[in-house]
Each structure stands twice: as C-alpha cells, then as structure tokens.
C-alpha cells in the first residue's frame, strides 16, 4: 500500500526546523496541503510559501500555550474543515548538566517534549475524526528507548512521549485512528549542530548523524504501512533495546561507547566546520550564523 498525499490536508508541528520543513516539502511534492505551525511565525510563512503546490499555510503558535494550540486548530478547522493526517515533531533538548539546571527549564523541556504533544493531539481530535483515514504520526527519538546520562531530561520526556503515543495508537486504533511513531538517532538538524557545540551528549556520534531526508523516508512508510513505531535505522534500534534488556550493566557498558562517541563528535564538529556552519574561537565551539 502507498499512501496518497493529494489533497490531504497535513499538519506539522516544528515545521519550520530541520526534519520539519523536510517534511512539509516531501508532503507537498505528493500533492498535500500543508499547514505548517512553528513558534517563529515568519520561518511557518516562509517554509510554506517555499512549498510546492498551493494551498498551504504557515502559522505561528507557542505549543506550550494551550489558548494558543486550540486557536491553532480553530484557524485550520475555518480553513479545512478536517485534519487527515496530523505530525508532532516539535522538540528541544539542552547541553545543560541536571545538577546544574534550573527548575524552570526543566518543566519547559518536558512540557514540550511530552505534554504538548498530547495536549496537541487531543485538540486535534474533533478535526481528525472529520477526516476520511485519519493519521498522527510522533517524532520520538531512539533516546525514547535509552537513557542518556547528559541529557535526562529528554531521556525522561522522550521515554514518556513513546510510552504515551504506543498506548494511544492502541487506543485510538479502535476508534478509525491510526497513531504511530518514528524513532530516529542523531539527525543533522539545527537542534544536533548546537548540542554539539555546547558539548552535549557524545554517545549519540557512534555513527555519522543521519540527514532529515532519512527521517521523512521513516514517516512516509509508517504512513504506507500504518504500525505503532518505525525506525530509521533498525540496527540502531535492535543495539539500543538490546541494552536495555540488563540496565544494571550500563555503567560498564556506556565507558565503551562513550570514547568512539567522543571521537564521532569531534569528527562531526569538524565536518561542521568544513560546510561553514561552526567554528572554534578561543578554544570554543561556537555555530556559524546562515545567512
């Protein structure tokens, strides 16, 4: 089976990022109309008036604002009148060590990892059940599987994020719903550019980060043959459960891992600096502005 994009009406969330915005342009070329929400208004308008097609739309919306999120969907029901398939891809993490962060930007990283996730999909309810095969497809992370002692706080809401979205694929399957998710590693995006040089977690370098390209590969097959999680690597995937299966042993495992994680990211760090997006001063890593 092979999805038919035309004329299906396609909202994603973090659309104007990296894996977002690839998205949007990979939807479009099948014939979808896109709505793209991102909480800078001008890269929403921006990525959708550079879609191909017609018919698209870029809003800006603070997800963390429940006002904001129903005010969202009210523009795409005026618009629309449904939503067939619906992508929560928003996310953020932070180089930031748990000891000394604060409590603040804990409660925003899980807030929007995890709950703004669930709060979207659930006002969107109403506009999927008006769609003829309705679909949400969740960004997760294969740090939804596994725990990343840099960054627990997008381990803790990642973890959630992929416990919540299997059980309401279960539940909503019943219901003429279908709910999955894709599970990528380290993708070259924005968000992996800057972890990178703030020094963030070096486990996720093992292998070349995967291009946004892969990720929207992940989506289109979950949506050609709708199942509760997709992988973009499966090798990576089948490592990671494998791990898990003894977690007492992580503290002996992970230093194995750790060096050639070390090694990836210096190579990565240098790969960015080969394409002019980062470059060290005084010492530091720091990315380069695009223009």
């Known amino acids: 089976m092979t999805y038919d994009f035309r004329d299906k009406v396609i909202v994603v969330t973090g659309g104007a990022g990296g894996i977002g ?89 899980v807030d929007l990892n995890l709950l703004s996730p669930l709060v979207t999909t659930r006002l969107a309810l109403p506009l999927l059940r008006a769609s003829g095969d309705p679909r949400v497809v969740t960004t997760v992370s294969l740090g939804g599987i596994f725990p990343l002692g840099e960054t627990p706080i997008y381990t803790a809401s990642k973890f959630g994020l992929r416990g919540a979205m299997l059980a309401i694929g279960l539940d909503l399957r019943g219901k003429g719903i279908k709910a999955g998710s ?77 060096k050639r994680g070390e090694r990836g990211m210096a190579r990565y760090l240098d790969d960015l600096r080969r394409r ?4 060290q001063v005084g010492g530091r890593w720091e990315l380069v502005e695009e223009a």
């Open 21 to 109: 915005s690839a998205m949007c342009h990979r939807f479009a070329l099948g014939g979808a109309r896109l709505v793209v929400v991102d909480i800078d208004q001008t890269r929403a308008g921006r990525t959708a008036a550079d879609l191909p097609g017609s018919g698209h739309a870029g809003l800006g919306c603070d997800l963390l604002d429940r006002a904001a999120v129903q005010g969202t969907v009210d523009t795409v029901a005026a618009a629309h009148g449904r939503i067939d398939v619906l992508v929560n891809n928003v996310g953020m993490t932070s180089a930031e060590r748990f000891d000394v962060r604060s409590v603040e930007s804990i409660e925003r990283e």
């Open 182 to 258: 894709v599970l990528p590693s380290a993708t070259d995006t924005q968000m992996l550019r800057q972890e990178a040089v703030d020094g963030g977690n070096a486990l996720q370098f093992q292998d070349r980060p995967q291009q946004p390209a892969d990720v929207v590969r992940a989506v289109v097959s979950l949506l050609d043959k709708p199942r509760l999680e997709a992988y973009v690597r499966p090798g990576e995937s089948r490592l990671v459960r494998f791990a898990l299966l003894a977690p007492n042993l992580l503290p002996t495992l992970l230093p194995l891992f750790r």
């Open 276 to 279: 002019g997006l980062a470059r």
